[in-house]
């Protein structure tokens, strides 16, 4: 998750959005937009101590559909048990894979 509260500060002491990016770990163009919306919202450095990343992230972008991935666990240990056995290739165990329904 991008940390909104760095990258605030980090621009409330003056630092560009290069040393910004880097200090906050995030794109470059990440730090761009996370400063526009602050900007549109007039959200300035210092925060309250109870405002969280989460909470920025919601007040920036909305409540976001965070859903699992659409796609079936991996059963590592299925696959390790399955490799082991003569003949059988990941190409094959793909092959079933992508042919089950269940997936």
Known sequence: MTNYREIL????????????????????????EVLKKAEQLNIT???????????????????????PAPYAVIDFNYIHKELSKKGVTLTLLWQEYSSCSCA
């Open 9 to 32: 500060r980090l621009k409330s002491l003056g630092y560009s959005q290069r040393s910004i990016a880097s200090g906050a770990k995030a794109s470059r163009n990440t730090v761009s």
């Open 45 to 67: 450095w210092p925060l309250e101590d109870d405002v969280t990343n989460e909470m920025l992230d919601e007040l920036f972008w909305g409540k976001r559909n965070r859903s």
